[in-house]
């Protein structure tokens, strides 16, 4: 059974970091395209970036230049390096991917509350 679960969060103050990893288990991240997700308070899902199996990296336009996914296969693990926090990133971030067999099947970590505030 497949599973996600996500680290790094935490009380940051504007322009500070964060990083964040999302350990998988029963699953091999390295055959799977991965991404951050995050839902701030009254608004909906939205995807961060995300990265293919393959390398392949797509970030929401409001993150460029200041977060950075990566994976590192060997560990089994996928990571957000987020810089120049902002009060607006507060929200709490998930951990995704999804699997093609029958038919889609979709898994979510439980999520990891950053908060961005002076």
């Known amino acids: 059974q497949p599973q996600l679960v996500e680290s790094g969060g935490g009380l940051v103050q504007p322009g500070g970091s964060l990083r964040l990893s999302c350990a998988a288990s029963?699953?091999?991240?390295?055959?799977?395209?991965m991404g951050w997700y995050r839902q701030a308070p009254g608004k909906q899902r939205e995807l961060v970036a995300n990265i293919t199996a393959g390398g392949r990296i797509n970030s929401a336009d409001s993150v460029k230049g200041r977060f950075t996914i990566s994976r590192d296969d060997a560990k089994n693990t996928m990571y957000l390096q987020m810089n120049s926090l902002k009060p607006e990133d507060t929200a709490v971030y998930y951990c995704h991917t999804f699997i093609w067999s029958s038919s889609r099947v979709d898994y979510w970590g439980k999520g990891t509350l950053v908060t961005v505030s002076s």
């Open positions: 029963g699953i091999s991240i390295s055959i799977n395209a």
